[in-house]
């Protein structure tokens, strides 16, 4: 039986050829060859953050909630007034990690399917003179809103308060300037934009941000979840028995073998044509599921290219929709999650799953769903859009 496509908000597909890089033998972390696939991805996962030279890039066994969590840990200190942008599940996670943290936070809530703005945010840094950091995740994926990290970075610039981003699920699909949006510390991870296994974290850090966490001096905060730990490890300043030995920890160092084989594949289609493939994949899912009578969950402008969200405005049940086309066309789409649940339709097109073979099936199977509950709906109507696009790869027809 044919396998089932993952189009869901994350993980996402892997080229088989990458899953094959880690079925080889194991050589240690601390070998040349790990060092070196090691840097090999620091130095692509900069160019791909925008990140200056005199920033970091940290991967570490783990996940995005790591990530953040590390991102947190680094520069939040226990009671620190913290203004938190809170629009859906995964802030919602930023605002229980920094609770966790011993934070004193203040929300900026506003409700899910919304963008959290800058004007909120300033006005939050107003009312709280003495805020320390602020957070905000930049593509909230349980509702496919993105907020405007490059404003939110002006503001947290005026006001001199750093600025921490949760790019999980942005990193690699949609724009994202490190350095020149005035943010401190980011998180991610390797099964979103980066078309790799689950397995990594990863940290950047600016010099921004680094000034901002020497300011603040050790975290107390653990061990794992501070990137002075880190860093120290990077300068040799953690010298084992003359060893100088970059990472603090055992990596899984097939993961990275799999990182590395993703970061080629996508110099190789060099990173703006993959952000731009992405976009105009977006638009034509967009497209088809309007001229279907859907409502574009996020507003107008807060769009993120690699998921696609609508609101359940056709009073379906998105739990049948969503095994209709996982079983009758073999590919796994999302619902809502907690209150939103059969509440939208959450789609991923990330990586492999951002071309036309991909969403085209979505798109048919959604319309078949719709006439099978007695809509009229002329076959192919969600599929205008293809009818012009793009991939001119030499074939005139
Ligand atoms: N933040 C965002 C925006 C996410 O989408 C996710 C995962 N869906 C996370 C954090 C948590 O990441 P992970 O599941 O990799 O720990």
Known sequence: MSKIRLMVPGPVEVDPAILLTMACEEI????????????????????????????????MPGSGSIAMD?????MVRRN???????????????????????????????????????????????????????ILTHLETSTGVISPVKNIGEVTNNHNVPFIVDAVSSFGIDEFLLDEWNV???????????????????????????????KKGPSCNGWFSDVQVWKRTLTGKEIRKGV??????????????ALEASLNSIKTEGAEARMKRHSVIAHSVRKGLTALGFELFPPDGCYSSGVTVVR?????????????????????ISNGLFDLYNRIIRIGHIGATAYPDAVIPVLFGIEQYLRKKGRFIPIGASLGEFDNLLFKEGIEV
Not at 98 to 118: I, S
Not at 320 to 326: A, D, G, N, Q, S
């Open 80 to 134: 620190d007034t913290v203004i938190i942008g809170v629009n859906g599940t995964f802030s919602e996670r930023t605002r229980s990690q920094a609770l966790a943290y011993g934070a004193n936070v203040q929300e900026v809530r506003v409700p899910e399917g919304k963008a959290v703005t800058a004007e909120l945010i300033d006005e939050a840094l107003i009312r709280h003179r003495e805020a320390k950091a602020v």
């Open 312 to 332: 359940n405005n056709q009073n379906i049940q998105v739990d049948e929709l969503i095994r209709f086309i996982k079983y009758q066309y073999r590919t796994e």
């Open 244 to 257: 100088v030995y970059p990472l603090p920890m055992t990596m899984p160092v097939n993961n990275i073998r």
């Open 70 to 74: 590390t991102c947190i840990g680094s």
């Open 28 to 59: 240690s972390h601390y070998s040349e060859e790990a060092i070196s696939l090691y840097n090999f991805c620091v130095s692509s996962l900069r160019k791909l953050f925008h990140l200056n030279m005199d920033g970091d890039v940290f991967i």
């Open 184 to 214: 401190s510390i980011c998180g991610s991870a390797s099964q979103k934009g980066l078309e790799s296994p689950p397995g990594l974290g990863i940290v950047a850090v600016t010099a921004r941000g680094w000034r901002e966490i020497e």
